[in-house]
């Protein structure tokens, strides 16, 4: 499968535990995307990177969550200090140039977070 | 800020039957408006985007900047239709905006 991969699937953590989070996007695809979707809403963007660089970030990014593409490939988002509002499923998404104009994002299958 | 809204959480319909789901947005330049969707135990994925004018898997939607809408439909629903379903805008910045979603039910 050459799709864009995301590890763990499934993380269960304590309260006030750090989490990390990887995602492996299309070889060629550039630009990068972290999403946020809790049950019954639609995928809330995060960040974006376009190789290595963090473009964009958004507000429900709070300090305890980071995001890194330190060579332009693969990405990890970290949540520091989790807080049972943090349960979620965590999405990644991979584009190629361009295509952000297009809105054709390639989706992972997602890493669901439970904080007890 | 931009903003997409799907009204219906559930649409069921039978069989053959036509299917629109709704779809409004709030922006004020010249949007870029798509449709996603999520079959079960599946990735979520590009369905169609209104620049393209096209119709996919017998879906089409119209943008209707007047109304501020780009609902999705389909004259005849197959049972294969059955998923979730996600509009999205993108904006002047570089990601896409979604909707809630709405699930299609489609009985046999």
């Known amino acids: 499968d050459t799709g864009v991969s995301q590890d763990p699937r499934h993380k269960i953590t304590k309260r006030g535990q750090n989490v990390t989070f990887r995602c492996d996007p299309i070889?060629?695809?550039?630009?990068l995307y972290w999403y946020r979707q809790t049950l019954g809403q639609g995928p809330e963007f995060l960040t974006y990177?376009?190789?290595?660089?963090?473009?964009?970030k958004s507000r429900l990014l709070s300090d305890r969550f980071s995001a890194e593409r330190p060579k332009g490939s693969f990405s990890t988002l970290e949540i520091q200090r989790t807080e049972q509002g943090d349960s979620a499923m965590y999405l990644c998404?991979?584009?190629?140039?361009?295509?952000?104009?297009?809105?054709?994002?390639?989706f992972g299958e997602g890493s669901r977070l439970t904080v007890l | 800020a931009q903003r997409v809204t799907q009204p219906e959480k559930l649409l069921s319909v039978f069989k053959g039957a036509p299917v629109e789901l709704k779809c409004n947005y709030s922006?004020?330049?010249?949007?870029?408006l798509f449709w996603y969707v999520q079959y079960s135990r599946q990735r979520l994925q590009l369905l169609l985007r209104?620049?393209s004018r096209e119709s996919i898997k017998g879906f089409t939607a119209d943008l209707n900047k007047g109304e501020t809408s780009f609902h999705l439909k389909k004259p005849f629903a197959q049972e294969e239709d059955s998923a979730m379903y996600y509009c999205?805008?993108?904006?002047?910045?570089?990601?896409?905006?979604f909707g809630g979603g709405t699930r299609l039910m489609v009985k046999p």
């Open positions: 998404a991979s584009s190629l140039p361009g295509a952000a104009s297009t809105g054709e994002l390639f």
């Open positions: 070889s060629e695809h550039n630009r």
């Open positions: 990177f376009q190789n290595e660089a963090q473009l964009e």
């Open positions: 922006y004020s330049g010249s949007p870029e």
């Open positions: 209104h620049i």
């Open positions: 999205a805008s993108h904006n002047a910045g570089n990601m896409l905006t």
